[in-house]
């Protein structure tokens, strides 16, 4: 079983920046993920990706926080960062963070909310 929790959510004001991290824990390996992404969902909307890294370091943003947020993982701390620099009202949401192994099913941690206010 492998189990992911995120962390760093909260208040924020426009401009300002937060870090969000995602700890994995269990039998499968952080390292050997194919894939790892952070997902949001806004109140009302569905679910987006928001930035995602393969196993060979290969970033991809969303539109709306390219050059904005960093994704970054440190394998030898089991850990998923999501740096957000200039976060806007538009980015309010849960945050999840979501693996992909390359064999079974793929992971999901419960979220953690960044609300972006003056």
């Known amino acids: 079983q492998v189990q992911l929790v995120e962390s760093g959510g909260g208040l924020v004001q426009p401009g300002r920046s937060l870090r969000l991290s995602c700890v994995s824990s269990?039998?499968?390996?952080?390292?050997?993920?194919?894939?790892m992404a952070w997902y949001r969902q806004a109140p009302g909307k569905q679910r987006e990706l928001v930035a995602s890294?393969?196993?060979?370091?290969?970033?991809n943003y969303a539109g709306a926080v390219k050059g904005r947020f960093t994704i970054s993982r440190d394998n030898s701390k089991n850990t998923l960062y999501l740096h957000m620099n200039n976060p806007q009202l538009d980015d309010t949401a849960v945050y999840s963070c979501?693996?992909?192994?390359?064999?079974?099913?793929?992971?999901w941690g419960k979220g953690t909310l960044v609300t972006v206010s003056p």
């Open positions: 979501h693996g992909a192994p390359y064999f079974g099913e793929d992971y």
């Open positions: 269990g039998f499968y390996e952080f390292g050997s993920f194919k894939a």
């Open positions: 890294i393969m196993r060979d370091g290969t970033t």
